[in-house]
């Protein structure tokens, strides 16, 4: 049974920074391209940024480019969104999600490439 368990949301002031994770457990981690998205009230799931199996192919959405960093350990399982510089606008739930595909180098950008999701983190930048 695929989980994605997503930690480390908050509360932070503007400028602030937060480390989000993702721990993956019920298939090959290691082998799958990985993503995170963000969902705020009254709007619809928008990529954030995403990693192909290896990390070495990763993007992000205009909006958060140069301030979040996507990162993984597949030794550990685990999926990491690094934020920094977070502003108001960045507040939402953030989603970790898994494509089924193996051993692609892409990395995904739209939320029906996705084929599992975790429950989501909660990120409130306040002003």
């Known amino acids: 049974q695929v989980q994605l368990v997503e930690s480390g949301g908050g509360l932070v002031q503007a400028g602030g920074s937060l480390r989000l994770s993702c721990a993956a457990s019920?298939?090959?981690?290691?082998?799958?391209?990985m993503g995170w998205f963000r969902q705020a009230p009254g709007k619809e799931r928008e990529f954030v940024a995403g990693?192909?199996?290896?990390?070495?192919?990763?993007g992000y959405a205009d909006s958060v480019k140069g301030r979040f960093t996507i990162s993984r350990d597949n030794a550990q399982n685990k999926l990491y969104l690094q934020m920094t510089s977070l502003k108001p606008e960045d507040t939402a739930v953030y989603y970790c999600?898994?494509?089924?595909?193996?051993?692609?180098?892409?990395?995904?950008?739209?939320?029906?490439?996705?084929?599992?999701w975790g429950h989501g983190t909660q990120v409130t930048v306040s002003s």
């Open positions: 019920g298939f090959t981690f290691s082998s799958h391209s």
């Open positions: 990693s192909s199996w290896s990390g070495g192919n990763t």
């Open positions: 999600a898994a494509v089924t595909s193996y051993y692609s180098g892409n990395y995904y950008s739209t939320v029906h490439e996705y084929d599992y």
